[in-house]
């Protein structure tokens, strides 16, 4: 019974966070700003809560299906966030004087490698290439 309340309000929070996130990011990629208040936030908010539900409940995709979709996409995306990152903070121009030292950048690539070979394992288990 405690599973099931802590389950429900997870996904409840879940639905009303996510897509505010998302408005926040994709705003601030636009220029736009991040106003609760204003109407094209909230119709941002709106589209992004809307095809989350349509993908749910219209398509029929089982949350298991979702979940596995979500994680292979973040499998692909992370690794190229993680060079865009390490190639500006090695930008002088944008980072000044606080730019990656040689130490970081050592570590730097180490991390990206460790992470881009940990998510094609996890890409071809989720496609089934891999046991």
């Known amino acids: 019974m405690f599973f099931g309340i802590g389950l429900f309000s997870a996904g409840l929070t879940s639905a009303i966070t ?9 705003g601030g990629a636009l220029g736009w700003g991040a106003d609760l208040k204003s109407g094209r936030f909230r119709l941002l908010w709106g589209f992004v809560l809307l095809t989350g539900m349509f993908c749910g409940l219209v398509l029929g995709a089982s949350p298991y299906q979702i979940i596995l979709l979500a994680q292979a996409g973040n ?6 966030t993680l060079v865009l990152l390490l190639i500006v903070a090695n930008r002088t121009q944008i980072m000044g004087r ?9 570590l730097g690539a180490l991390v ?6 940990l998510s094609v394992v996890q890409l071809a288990r989720v496609l089934g290439l891999a046991g």
């Open 18 to 26: 996510a897509p505010l996130a998302a408005a926040y990011a994709a």
């Open 75 to 80: 499998a692909v995306v992370l690794p190229l």
């Open 98 to 106: 606080h730019r990656n030292s040689r130490l970081a950048n050592v």
């Open 112 to 117: 990206v490698l460790v992470i881009t070979g």
